[in-house]
């Protein structure tokens, strides 16, 4: 993992966006639907395999399509996150604690 940080992808998306014109269609409606898109080619790169082939996936032929579809991911959670004003790191860590006192570990 290189030393990029979140929000410099953030800014890089947001640049992209504007030298492009592209904010026009960056709506939340359209981000979101894109994303669900990129999710749905993830789904499809596992779709027939059984739990062993899943967990080798990235040592096979499927790697590159596996990252790159990772990415289109990561990028239009990014983006829409942006548009709508949030934080993705705060929501992650403060749902995280909401999990921990939710689901807490055997034993407790």
């Given amino acids: 993992m290189n030393?990029?940080?979140l929000d410099d992808l953030r800014l890089r998306l947001r640049a992209f966006a504007a030298e492009r014109d592209w904010e026009q269609?960056?709506?939340p409606k359209n981000l979101a639907m894109?994303?669900?898109?990129?999710?749905?080619?993830l789904v499809?790169?596992?779709q027939w395999?059984?739990?062993?082939?899943?967990?080798?996936v990235m040592v096979g032929?499927?790697?590159?399509?596996?990252?790159d579809e990772l990415a289109d991911v990561a990028i239009y959670l990014v983006r829409l996150a942006d548009i709508l004003g949030v934080d993705l790191v705060e929501v992650a860590h403060?749902?995280?604690?909401?999990n921990e006192d939710r689901f807490p570990p055997p034993g407790r």
């Fill in 34 to 41: 894109a994303l669900a898109g990129e999710v749905g080619e």
């Fill in 94 to 98: 403060a749902k995280t604690r909401r």
């Fill in 61 to 67: 032929e499927r790697a590159d399509d596996v990252r």
């Fill in 3 to 5: 030393d990029a940080s």
């Fill in 25 to 27: 269609y960056h709506t």
């Fill in 44 to 46: 499809e790169l596992f």
């Fill in 49 to 56: 395999l059984t739990p062993e082939q899943s967990a080798e």
